[in-house]
């Protein structure tokens, strides 16, 4: 498989193994979906790291090959697929983490994106959205990821450009949230997970679903969403328990409930 899932609990993770660059194609897109649903409808599984098993990249992106020798209409069905299994991500209430250590450029980029967080190794490899250089447009969701990640003319300079920038560029930008010595990111990237896991669940996905859904709808939808989401929070055994460990001055002890 081209895609794998797998747990050690709280942690999932997400594998992206096509050798060599880890390309896509509709197949690894759908396989890429099924591992975000059993990620998802995981109860065991709090916090999802999705990585490479390969050494130099992340992703590459979509198989410039098949795009050669696919239908418009083929290729367009990979790119409704890639909207549907990367716009589900926000949906879902356990934070993603994109762990990079490799060339993470076009649709590999934006498979990180479409994550809550991304931290990165420190190193040479490079991240962009290169489209313009084959006469394309960044097709899976970097037009409207990138602009509300970093602001709208830095997003449109690295796009009309296509250039790509290193690790500590994209810390600079804000495209990566953690720049980690190479040979720390896996532990780093497991030790915040697991801190997020021992955290106020409940809590969190209400903050991830809040932040997603207000972006999307503008700020009067996103306030009526958080009202809702906070009054959901305060029925919740978690934010009494929260509450009573503060006035307690005591560590809250949460089950997510």
Same mark, same amino acid.
């Given at each position: 498989?081209?895609?794998?899932?797998?747990?050690?609990?709280?942690?999932?993770?997400?594998t992206l193994?096509?050798?060599?660059?880890?390309?896509?194609?509709?197949?690894?897109?759908?396989?890429?979906g099924?591992?975000?649903?059993?990620?998802?409808?995981?109860p065991?599984?709090?916090?999802?790291v999705?990585?490479?098993?390969?050494d130099?990249?992340?992703?590459?992106?979509?198989?410039?090959?098949a795009?050669?020798e696919?239908?418009?209409?083929?290729?367009?069905?990979?790119?409704?697929?890639?909207? =549907?299994? &990367?716009? @589900?991500?926000?949906?879902?209430? /356990?934070?993603?983490?994109?762990q990079?250590? $490799?060339?993470? +450029?076009?649709?590999?980029?934006?498979?990180?994106?479409?994550?809550?967080?991304?931290?990165?190794?420190?190193?040479?490899?490079r991240?962009?959205?290169?489209?313009?250089?084959?006469?394309?447009?960044?097709g899976n969701?970097?037009? =409207?990821? &990138?602009? @509300?990640?970093?602001?709208?003319? /830095?997003?449109?300079d690295?796009?009309?450009t $296509?250039?790509? +920038?290193?690790?500590?560029?994209?810390?600079q930008l804000?495209i990566?949230?953690?720049?980690?010595?190479?040979?720390?990111?896996a532990?780093e990237?497991?030790?915040?997970?697991?801190?997020?896991?021992?955290?106020?669940?409940?809590?969190?996905?209400h903050?991830?679903?809040?932040v997603?859904?207000g972006?999307?709808?503008?700020?009067?939808y $996103?306030?009526? +969403?958080?009202?809702?989401?906070?009054?959901?929070l305060?029925?919740?055994?978690?934010?009494?328990?929260?509450?009573?460990?503060?006035?307690?001055?005591?560590?809250?002890?949460?089950?997510?409930?």
């Open positions: 498989m081209a895609v794998d899932f797998d747990r050690e609990a709280p942690i999932g993770y997400i193994n096509r050798p060599p660059a880890n390309s896509y194609d509709y197949n690894f897109m759908d396989e890429l099924r591992a975000v649903a059993a990620a998802a409808d995981d065991e599984v709090k916090v999802v999705v990585r490479s098993a390969l130099r990249f992340f992703s590459a992106g979509a198989d410039v090959k795009f050669s696919n239908t418009p209409e083929r290729n367009m069905d990979m790119i409704r697929l890639a909207h =549907q299994v &990367l716009g @589900r991500i926000a949906r879902i209430p /356990k934070v993603f983490i994109a990079i250590a $490799g060339h993470a +450029v076009g649709g590999g980029l934006e498979i990180a994106l479409a994550c809550d967080l991304r931290f990165g190794a420190d190193g040479e490899y991240l962009g959205l290169p489209e313009v250089t084959l006469g394309l447009l960044p969701g970097g037009t =409207q990821r &990138l602009p @509300r990640l970093i602001g709208w003319s /830095k997003a449109l690295m796009m009309v $296509g250039r790509t +920038v290193t690790p500590q560029e994209a810390l804000g990566l949230d953690r720049v980690f010595p190479a040979d720390k990111l532990e990237t497991r030790a915040y997970a697991e801190a997020l896991a021992r955290g106020a669940l409940k809590a969190i996905g903050i991830k679903l809040a997603h859904q972006l999307d709808g503008g700020l009067d $996103g306030l009526r +969403v958080e009202r809702e989401l906070i009054e959901d305060f029925r919740s055994q978690d934010s009494q328990e929260g509450i009573r460990a503060f006035l307690e001055r005591r560590q809250p002890q949460f089950k997510g409930l």
